[in-house]
């Protein structure tokens, strides 16, 4: 079996060491490439040429919806929070968003934009929106602005100004939406981002993925590959897997915690990798229950690939993480 872990932001976590994951990636064959977002690589990786990912597309897909032919968009939950000469961005990820608020939110949406456009709701953070024709539209991901000034990162365009117009009564409607009265922080607008139509077809070389992105979910479903959702940790996702095969697992709450500046939260669950994923991953590469472990971090284009006979490369001593990144 050849596992693939896709882990963005691994080579940013320092503090604490971890022993598995420092010996297998000082142990491994490295190779480099461009550094890229993660959905930069998943666009490479399923074999979508030079295209932007269409995430949209992709997430309604993966919510149960037909995209069609329609042009999809990320409309993801977010707080706009009003500085002194900023706007700041707090992405649905720190929110604490519930299903049910969610659908609440996106009922009220839907009701209100009806005939113009409408959501659907994926995850409670991660909402796709089917638009009426086609869309020039540019922008990033929220997670990528979190804590900025969105004002230099308003989504562009010539379609623009029509879309600043809809966000600026998306607020309103949301604004006096009741369930944002009993929440600390509202849900005051949706973020706009990964426009497109879904692609004719996407391919990848695993048995299986697993992940809890929609946006990977939906790429998966394209190409025909099995998805999983992601499990407690290695043990459990090795007792439902095959001897053989190749398999790609993506874990991106690192890359969560960085963006929301949660360092705490980033040692945290940095640690849960290493006890969860690398040590019982390192274990099964010894007994040969994996052939070949990579482990792949977009944001440094590094890629780290290793098999049993590796680990006897004792020269190789362990270093903290933030090292290999060098």
Request: net charge negative; hydrophobic share 50%.
């Amino acid at each position: 079996m050849h596992l693939e872990l896709v882990i963005p932001a691994l080579l940013a976590v320092s503090g604490a060491r971890h022993p598995a994951a420092e010996l297998l990636l000082a142990r491994a064959r490295k190779n480099e490439a461009e550094p890229g977002t993660l959905e930069r690589w998943l666009a490479h990786a399923f074999d979508l040429a030079d295209e932007a990912l269409p995430a949209g597309a992709l997430t309604a897909l993966a919510a149960g919806a037909d995209p069609g032919e329609d042009v999809w968009l990320r409309a993801d939950p977010v707080h706009l929070r009003l500085g002194l000469n900023s706007l700041a961005l707090v992405p649905g990820a720190a929110l604490s968003i519930s299903d049910e608020d969610a659908r609440a939110l996106a009922e009220a949406v839907n009701r209100h934009f009806a005939g113009s456009f409408s959501v659907v709701v994926a995850e409670p953070g991660c909402w796709a929106l089917r638009a009426k024709g086609d869309i020039a539209l540019r922008s990033r991901p929220p997670i990528e602005l979190a804590g900025r000034d969105v004002n230099a990162n308003l989504p562009s365009g010539p379609d623009a100004a029509y879309w600043h117009a809809i966000l600026n009564e998306v607020q309103m409607l949301l604004h006096d939406h009741p369930v944002n009265e009993g929440r600390d922080v509202p849900v005051n607008s949706l973020w706009l981002w990964g426009a497109g139509r879904l692609p004719r077809e996407a391919q990848g070389p695993w048995q299986s993925v697993t992940a809890a992105d929609p946006v990977v979910a939906g790429l998966a479903r394209l190409a025909g590959i099995g998805h999983r959702p992601v499990p407690a940790g290695a043990s459990q996702w090795l007792a439902g897997a095959p001897e053989a095969g190749r398999h790609l697992v993506v874990l991106d709450a690192l890359a969560t915690a960085r963006a929301l500046g949660d360092s705490e939260a980033l040692a945290a669950r940095a640690e849960a990798l290493e006890r969860d994923w690398f040590a019982p991953l390192l274990a099964a590469l010894r007994a040969e229950r994996i052939g070949m472990v990579t482990v792949h971090v977009p944001d440094t284009g590094r890629s780290f690939e290793v098999v049993r006979g590796d680990l006897r490369r004792f020269w190789r001593r362990p270093r903290p993480l933030t090292i290999y990144a060098i």
